[in-house]
């Protein structure tokens, strides 16, 4: 997707802290960290959010799914973390390209408000 920028980020176009990539997703440290360690999974099919898949996308988000777990240890966390997928106006999406923000290194606030 021409203007998106997180297509831009997996295609190297805009400079990223990579933490894991595969043929499906690539993940990366967010640049506005919320936690210690904060990484967005973003899988590389351009999907504008959860509202916004299908079910052909079935198997790439249940790859990403089952990824999380590898990820979070590659960057670094070790005593649990939050997956958070924002989605829509309320959900505070400022990126229109899917993705799981990893949050972890320290506990997490519940209700997260
Ligand atoms: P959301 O608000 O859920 O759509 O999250 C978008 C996240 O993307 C937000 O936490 C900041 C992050 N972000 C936006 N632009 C960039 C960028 O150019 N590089 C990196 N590393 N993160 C970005």
């Known amino acids: 997707m021409a203007d998106c920028i997180f297509c831009k980020i997996i295609e190297g176009e805009i400079p990223s802290s990579k933490v894991y990539e595969d043929e499906n997703m690539y993940a990366f440290r967010d640049i506005e960290p919320q936690a210690p360690v904060h990484v967005l999974i973003v899988p590389k099919k351009h999907i504008t959010s959860l509202d916004g898949c299908s079910p052909e996308d079935a198997e790439i988000l249940g790859k990403v ?7 979070a240890e590659i960057a670094g966390i070790t005593n649990g973390y939050r997956l958070v997928s924002n989605c829509g106006e309320d959900g505070f999406q400022t990126v229109e390209h899917i993705h799981f923000h990893l949050l972890g290194g320290r506990p997490m606030l519940w209700p997260p408000g």
Request: proline share 0%.
């Open 65 to 71: 799914m089952v990824k999380v777990k590898e990820i």
